[in-house]
Each structure stands twice: as structure tokens, then as C-alpha cells.
Antibody
């Protein structure tokens, strides 16, 4: 059974940093690109970052480029999102999501339950 | 950048009724479009991929159609558990775009 479990969320002040983690199990982790998607309060889903299966390719939405860094550890089946220079509009539930097809896919077939990040003073 | 526009924003129906949700792309996306269901406090769930393929475990009352710029998600007979927000989504290069969502609520 595929499982994705996010952790590391919480309350942080504007300008601060936070690192989210996603623990994956139930599939061949090293063969799949992984993603982060967020949902701000009252808003829709927003893709923010993808990392390729091997970790060499990283991609970001314009809204987080230069502030967020995605990484992975295939030996631990973990994916991370380092968030720096956080702003109030980064407040959201952050979801970890798995690509549907190994190595590259257009869709996400499994998602975690999400973790709340609140940026406020 | 391809924009996905969903309509209506809110759809009020009763259990047993048929639901028709629309997603329009600002330019052709061929058949590369997915639909997701999202309930409060839960993980989003993939329903349909490549416009018309049901994901694993999705009941047959859910169906997708369309190609090019116009897509439809149909729920043939609404069950109480189907009331949720639905999003369409597609990928272009390494960028993923979601529609703004349609909230399906109980009438």
C-alpha cells in the first residue's frame, strides 16, 4: 500500500524558514518523480515543485523560485522541501504527491494527507 | 502558459442526480488532462487521467470525456460521498497547472 506522510509543518514568522519532510513507502521510491502541491486557505490546488526520480532535476513554480528547494534521499525514501524567506501568502496545507508513472508522468496518483504551514507574526 | 478554466464554480445537486463539470483549456492540450476529487481534511484523489481513463478503484459512475480544449467530468448518479471539490489538471513541460475547482454541494 502506497503511503506518503508529511511532517515538519507549523507556525513560523515572516522571513523565517521551515523544512518539510515526506516519508514514502509501498512503492519503488527511487523510480518516481515526487512533487509538492499546496492549498492556501479558501483557495485551490497549486503545484509548487517537482524532483526527478534520481534527484538531478528540480523544478519550481514562479511563486517559490529562489526561496524553496526540493531534495530527496532515495536511501531513506524521503523527499524534502526547504522553505526560506517565508511570506504570509505561503500559508497553506502542503501535500506530497507521487507521480503516476515511473520516471516521468503527467499526473499524481497518490497524495499525502497534508501538513499545515502558517506564516504569521 | 496554459490556463484551465472550470465551470460552474459551484454546482448544487441532489443525490441520485447527474453531475456535469466542465474544464476548458486556453489552448489545445490534446488528451493530457486529469480530474481529481478533494474533500476537506483529506488527500486529493486521482479520478480520471488522459481525459477518459478511470484511475484504479474509481467507480464507473465517474467518467471523463473531451480532447483539445474542452473536457467534461460526468458523475452519472450522485452518491452522498461524491460531494466535494473537483479539479482538472494538466502538465506542460515541467509545469503543472490546476483549474480553480468546482464545488459540488448538496442541494
Amino acid at each position: 500500500e502506497v503511503q506518503l506522510l508529511e511532517s515538519g509543518g507549523g507556525l513560523v514568522q515572516p522571513g523565517g524558514s521551515l523544512r518539510l519532510s515526506c516519508a514514502a513507502s509501498g512503492f519503488s521510491f527511487s523510480r518516481y518523480s515526487m512533487n509538492w502541491v499546496r492549498q492556501a486557505p479558501g483557495k485551490g490546488l497549486e503545484w509548487i515543485s517537482t524532483i526527478s526520480a534520481g534527484g538531478t532535476g528540480t523544478y519550481y513554480a514562479d511563486s517559490v523560485t529562489g526561496r524553496f528547494t526540493i531534495s530527496r534521499d532515495n536511501s531513506k525514501n524521503m523527499v524534502y522541501l526547504q522553505m526560506n524567506s517565508l511570506r504570509a501568502d505561503d500559508t497553506a496545507v502542503y501535500y506530497c504527491a507521487k507521480d503516476k508513472v515511473s520516471y516521468s508522468s503527467d499526473y499524481f496518483d497518490f497524495w499525502g494527507q497534508g501538513i499545515l504551514v502558517t506564516v504569521s507574526s | 502558459e496554459i490556463v484551465l478554466t472550470q465551470s460552474p464554480a459551484t454546482l448544487s445537486l441532489s443525490p441520485g442526480e447527474r453531475a456535469t463539470l466542465s474544464c476548458r483549456a486556453s489552448q489545445s492540450v490534446s488528451s493530457s488532462l486529469a480530474w481529481y476529487q478533494h474533500k476537506p481534511g483529506q488527500a486529493p484523489r486521482l479520478l480520471i487521467w488522459d481525459a477518459s481513463n478511470r484511475a484504479t478503484g474509481i467507480p464507473p459512475r465517474f467518467s471523463g470525456s473531451g480532447s483539445g480544449t474542452d473536457f467534461t467530468l460526468t458523475i452519472s448518479s450522485l452518491e452522498p460521498e461524491d460531494f466535494a471539490v473537483y479539479y482538472c489538471q494538466r502538465r506542460h513541460d515541467w509545469m503543472y497547472t490546476f483549474g480553480q475547482g468546482t464545488k459540488l454541494e448538496i442541494k
